[in-house]
């Protein structure tokens, strides 16, 4: 796992967006295609714009490269990708509406044709989803990836970490994952074995805080 910067300002859109909007988000707990809704891993907060930067190179994504954003939210990060580096993205969520937000945007900034957007829930994804049948579940002709996002809550990633491994254990195209570093530490404390979340890498994921050493 790599991590990144900027968490003042990506904490100040997490209050903004869901922190401060409890009360709204709260009728959308029983919507399934929703973020808020029961079967979500994460809320949906928007990527702050300093932190796509660092992402793009902690992740060292090239022209050829096949980037997935598993909960891409509105699309942001992968429409900047496409944008600067001309990769193929498919971005994932369980969102409709942010979906369909996606979709119009790289349609909007001229990328739609580098950019495949669905709706998902993550945790029923199957085993090879994103390696042998991401054609098979995501559309005709969409490949498998070569870098995929996670930039979930702790607990979200935590409990999508077993499938994901899977999937990076088994991909034939040295598949790079990238999460976020308050993930990580509201997941796993890695000095202390009694927190709550402290055998969640016993999965032995390598974990690298400083992208620009890795």
């Not at 714009?49 to 096949?66: E, F, M, T």
């Not at 994103?130 to 995929?148: D, K, M, N, R």
Request: aromatic share 8%; net charge negative.
């Amino acid at each position: 796992w790599m991590v990144d910067a900027c968490e003042w300002e990506q904490s100040a859109l997490l209050r903004q967006y869901v922190l401060d909007r409890r009360d709204e988000l709260a009728e959308f707990a029983g919507v399934e295609s929703s973020a808020a809704g029961p079967s979500s891993i994460s809320p949906f907060v928007p990527c702050a714009a300093s932190r796509i930067p660092y992402i793009l190179q902690a992740a060292r994504i090239g022209p050829n490269d096949v980037l997935y954003d598993l909960g891409c939210g509105d699309g942001v990060v992968l429409i900047e990708a496409a944008r600067r580096c001309g990769c193929r993205c498919v971005g994932l969520d369980i969102d409709a509406p942010c979906v369909e937000l996606a979709r119009a945007r790289s349609k909007e900034q001229g990328v739609d044709h580098l950019c495949h957007w669905a709706q998902s829930d993550l945790l029923q994804l199957p085993a090879g989803a994103l390696t042998g049948g991401a054609g098979e579940l995501f559309g005709a002709g969409v490949p498998p990836p070569t870098v995929a996002l996670a930039f979930l809550t702790g607990p979200g990633l935590v409990r999508l970490a077993p499938w994901l491994h899977g999937e990076w254990r088994s991909s034939t195209l040295g598949l790079r994952l990238v999460t976020c570093v308050e993930s990580l530490d509201t997941a796993m404390d890695y000095d202390d074995p009694g927190a709550m979340f402290a055998d969640a890498n016993g999965l032995g994921w390598t974990v690298c805080r400083d992208h620009e050493t890795w």
